[in-house]
């Protein structure tokens, strides 16, 4: 027996999440906050980590990291907090979740793969809606949409990836008072965008709000939450894998969380760095740079793979969102020297 005729089609159909191999490269292909922490802190970092048990199982829904967390993103009070092994982690729990028969998963178009993966994984419904040719959110659309389809769940990546767009506020809050169902407002950028939906929580019981702390400088140790009202997290919580937030990750996410203003501190090199490439970007002939509110910028190229070939042979790697996305490249903000490297690598590459 092969596995064709055995594993559901929807498997069959996907493509496993790609990754490319960085050895030796300038990564900037994955959002990452491209600064270590100050060798200090390392040791102080390395101490605490030591004297973690781990011959222990982690404890399943740790309070005081919840709390911490909750106190220093300002998650308004009465809200209930959820941890998942990255945000991904929560996105499949939503989908599992919510998957009832026929139940329908809908987002706006091109955005973050995972949500229509996990579609295809919990056997939702995916009903992707296109954003308008310069990906801006067509708001009417969308909530007419919403109106045929009732979907159980709603995604809205705000600031949307790959195109960096952050949408209207107003148009937003129309989908989350329209919405038949839960909508889950993805913050993986939120420091850079500046904006949050988070203060709106107890005013509309249907809202979700989904960050990570990959792209404020901690990929590496896989930790995401879901903020929102008790009700839903607490129906939430039994989907969840009992110890999926690890002893390592829960010591090394207090430590950091304590000492928060470093990373805040790097954000904000990162989006100083992000004005000066939007303007070195928009000088260059020969491209297209989309306005952006994350850590990177979406490009349109001539010819995506050639530029994506000439790039990785000068030693720049970047993402090559090409065909889903015609001639698009994306690009994260580095460091200063990283960021140099990329536009010369850019001239010889367009
Ligand atoms: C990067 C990204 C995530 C993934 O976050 P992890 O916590 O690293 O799993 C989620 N949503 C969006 C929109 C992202 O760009």
Not at 164 to 185: H, K, N, Q, T
Not at 219 to 227: C, M, P, Q, V
Request: glycine share 6%; net charge neutral; with cysteine.
């Amino acid at each position: 027996m092969t596995p064709d005729k055995l594993v559901r089609p929807e498997v069959l159909a996907m493509s496993a999440y790609p990754v490319a191999d960085a050895a030796g490269m300038v990564k900037l292909d994955a959002m990452e906050n491209p600064y270590p922490l100050p060798a200090a802190l390392q040791r102080q970092l390395a101490e605490r980590l030591a004297s973690v048990a781990l011959n222990r199982y982690p404890e399943p829904n740790p309070r005081a990291l919840r709390e911490l967390i909750m106190r220093k993103m300002r998650v308004p009070a009465g809200m209930a907090l959820l941890l998942g092994n990255g945000s991904d982690d929560l996105i499949q729990i939503l989908t599992l979740a919510l998957a009832r028969p026929g139940a329908a998963l809908m987002y706006p178009s091109p955005t973050f793969v995972m949500y229509g993966m996990n579609a295809a994984i919990s056997r939702m419904r995916a009903v992707p809606v296109p954003l308008r040719e310069d990906f801006s959110f067509d708001a009417d659309a969308f909530v007419a949409r919403m109106r045929e389809e009732q979907p159980a769940l709603v995604f809205l990546a705000y600031p949307n990836n790959p195109t960096g767009v952050l949408y209207p506020e107003a148009d937003v809050l129309r989908v989350i008072e329209a919405a038949p169902g839960v909508v889950v407002l993805d913050e993986a950028y939120h420091v850079f965008a500046g904006r949050t939906f988070m203060d709106h929580l107890p005013r509309h019981r249907n809202l979700l709000v989904l960050r990570t702390v990959s792209k404020l400088g901690l990929a590496g140790i896989r930790l995401g939450y879901l903020a929102g009202a008790p009700e839903w997290i607490g129906e939430l919580n039994k989907v969840r894998q009992v110890y999926n937030v690890n002893v390592l990750t829960q010591a090394a996410a207090t430590f950091m969380l304590e000492h928060l203003e470093v990373l805040e501190a790097q954000a904000a090199e990162i989006r100083a760095e992000r004005a000066k490439l939007h303007g070195a970007l928009s000088a260059m002939q020969g491209l297209t740079v989309f306005p952006s509110a994350a850590n990177f910028f979406l490009l349109r190229v001539p010819d995506a793979a050639r530029s994506y070939q000439a790039l990785a042979r000068q030693g720049v790697l970047v993402r090559n969102l090409h065909p889903g996305l015609a001639n698009c490249l994306r690009v994260t903000v580095g460091t200063p020297d990283e960021n140099r490297i990329l536009l010369n690598a850019l001239k010889e590459a367009l």
